[in-house]
């Protein structure tokens, strides 16, 4: 059983920063893949970034690549989501996600762990 719990979203305007947290209780990560997904308004929930806790390359949507990036601390069992350079497009609830996987899955159905989910907005 995982349990995760997301931080650090808000308002921000177009090209600023935002770092989420995510928090995950486990006896052990080592397994794990932890991802970060976001829905925006009317949308379907999306693939965002992802990372094997082992420390392997993490994966991006291409939407978010070269803006984001995603980095785990093994010492406070914490994933977290830099964003730079944030657009209105970017606007959503940002998810983290957690799964037994031995490689990093775009579709949520690779997940069975999920946050509460953390508001983004980004203002024109």
């Known amino acids: 059983q995982v349990q995760l719990v997301e931080s650090g979203g808000g308002l921000v305007q177009a090209g600023g920063s935002l770092r989420l947290s995510c928090a995950a209780s486990?006896?052990?990560?080592?397994?794990?893949?932890l991802a970060w997904f976001r829905q925006g308004p009317g949308k379907e929930r999306v693939f965002v970034a992802g990372?094997?806790?082992?420390?392997?390359?993490?994966l991006y949507a291409d939407s978010v690549k070269d803006r984001f990036t995603i980095s785990g601390d093994n010492s406070k069992n914490t994933v977290y989501l830099q964003m730079n350079s944030l657009k209105p497009e970017d606007t959503a609830v940002y998810y983290c996600?957690?799964?037994?996987?031995?490689?990093?899955?775009?579709?949520?159905?690779?997940?069975?762990?999920w946050g509460q989910g953390t508001q983004v907005t980004v203002s024109s």
């Open positions: 996600a957690a799964g037994r996987r031995h490689s990093v899955g775009r579709s949520d159905g690779n997940y069975n762990y």
């Open positions: 486990a006896r052990s990560l080592s397994d794990y893949v």
């Open positions: 990372i094997r806790w082992n420390g392997s390359s993490a």
